[in-house]
């Protein structure tokens, strides 16, 4: 009961979770919480926000032995 609650906070579905169960108790079957947290709990991957600065191509001249020339 804990982790349907956590559950239900988690994926702001409280309603349609709660509908779901109901049925399901209904039916006289409690649905497993895999079955909820695969229904209910959808995790959005976030990519990080990322700031690069671009150096400048001259700074690997002084990386090359001789300069770019020579």
Known sequence: MVKLLHLAKQS???RQLGRFIAASIT?????AIRECEERFL???PKAPSLTIKQHSLSSYASMIPGGLHG
């Open 12 to 14: 702001g579905c409280e």
């Open 27 to 31: 039916q006289r079957q409690l649905p």
């Open 42 to 44: 959808v995790i959005e």
